[in-house]
């Protein structure tokens, strides 16, 4: 009897990983009982290099990017959980403590059609889908962070999703019912829309994905004075080919508000609520090659663009508006260790700030 539970759990275990994948955090699995897992990222940045202007003032100082630990597992007969904290004082809310990323619940019996309730990562796009550790740069887009937050800023929601594939099938697809206000709130309304995500991908051949993702939601209006219930609408495009060492990708999302909208925020960061009409599109292209010394150099180029309107005839472009470059190396001298130093040159318009960064962060995983 205690073979045969045995043997369930570790079938079991080649279904969890399927889920853990969606949250972009993927832990390795482990064939028996608890799997404990985590990494650090501690890195040194320097911040709006050559920066006259007050505002964008240059800084240099040593800093945590994640530090996170968490565990998953199944219990037999066809059911498994993840949890997982963030730890660093960067990222939290409140700056202190640490706290809750991700925990669910997952029912694994059928290959394409696993379930998990709980919290979790927006399956949305391809960067954000990839794992936290496994990012080929530093930071994720700039636009990819800001039209996937939730309305408290973090890229994380409290629902329901249905999921099913993997990197190694021909065709994947996530589909989530969420609170759509993220990790912080808990939305009360019984007759509130909810959040809707979806996203497929198919593998036409070996090392070429395609993708489309696209989430709508509608919540109680943020800001003070506007009666109409917020809209949130965002779809996206994606692609990526590996072939040997190479590796070529590329995103795009448009995301349109009604009502009130938030802007900022994306891992942490602080939203700003403004009230009227945004139209944001983003893109990112990036092109990497791992040398057999384990020497992997990046380059990515990415665009954003907002148009907003506060109920005036005559939409207004935002500060948003600009291109991004960054440079970068990574070095792997284990499977366990990364070491990235990433060059991010900014391009503002119509006027260019001095807000260039250098970073430096070496990663373990345990």
């Not at 700039?142 to 408290?152: I, K, M, P, Q, R």
Request: aromatic fraction near 14%; hydrophobic fraction near 35%; include cysteine.
């Amino acid at each position: 009897m205690k073979k045969v539970i045995m043997m369930i759990s570790m079938a079991g275990l080649l279904c969890l990983p399927n889920l853990v994948e969606a949250q972009g955090c993927a832990a390795p699995s482990s064939d028996e009982g608890v799997t404990i897992w985590g990494y650090l990222q501690p890195e040194f940045a320097m911040k709006n290099m050559g920066g006259t202007d007050p505002n964008t003032e240059a800084t240099a100082a040593f800093q945590f990017r994640r530090m996170r630990i968490g565990a998953m597992g199944n219990i037999p007969y066809d059911f498994g959980y993840y949890v997982l904290l963030e730890t660093s004082h960067f990222l939290t809310p409140d700056k202190t403590g640490a706290w809750i990323l991700d925990a669910f619940v997952t029912y694994n019996r059928f290959k394409y059609a696993t379930m998990a309730l709980g919290s979790f990562k927006i399956p949305f796009g391809r960067e954000l889908s990839m794992p936290c550790h496994g990012l080929y740069t530093i930071n994720r887009s700039n636009f990819v962070d800001e039209l996937t937050a939730s309305l408290d800023g973090f890229n994380r929601d409290l629902g329901f999703m249905l999921l099913g594939g993997n990197d190694s099938t021909f065709f994947t697809y996530r589909l989530a019912l969420t609170n759509g206000k993220g990790l912080s709130a808990v939305d009360n309304d019984l007759y509130n829309t909810y959040a809707v995500t979806a996203r497929a991908t198919i593998q036409p051949l070996p090392g070429f994905y395609l993708g489309a993702s696209a989430r709508y939601g509608e919540n109680p209006p943020e800001a003070e004075g506007v009666e109409d219930k917020d809209d949130r609408v965002r779809y996206g495009f994606d692609a990526q080919y590996s072939f040997k060492n190479f590796t070529v990708l590329g995103e795009y999302i448009h995301g349109k508000d009604e009502g009130s909208y938030t802007e900022g925020g994306g891992c942490g960061g602080d939203p700003v609520t403004k009230v009227g009409t945004n139209n944001a599109d983003g893109f990112y292209l990036m092109a990497l090659y791992r040398t057999n010394s384990n020497f992997e150099p990046v380059y990515k180029i990415e665009r954003y663009e907002t148009v907003r309107s506060d109920g005036g005839d005559v939409p207004v472009k935002d500060e948003n508006l600009g291109t991004c470059q960054t440079f970068g190396l990574n070095y792997y001298p284990n499977d366990w260790t990364r070491l990235q130093l990433n060059y991010i040159y900014r391009v503002e318009e119509p006027k260019e700030v001095d807000n260039d960064m250098l970073l430096l962060q070496v990663q373990v995983r345990f």
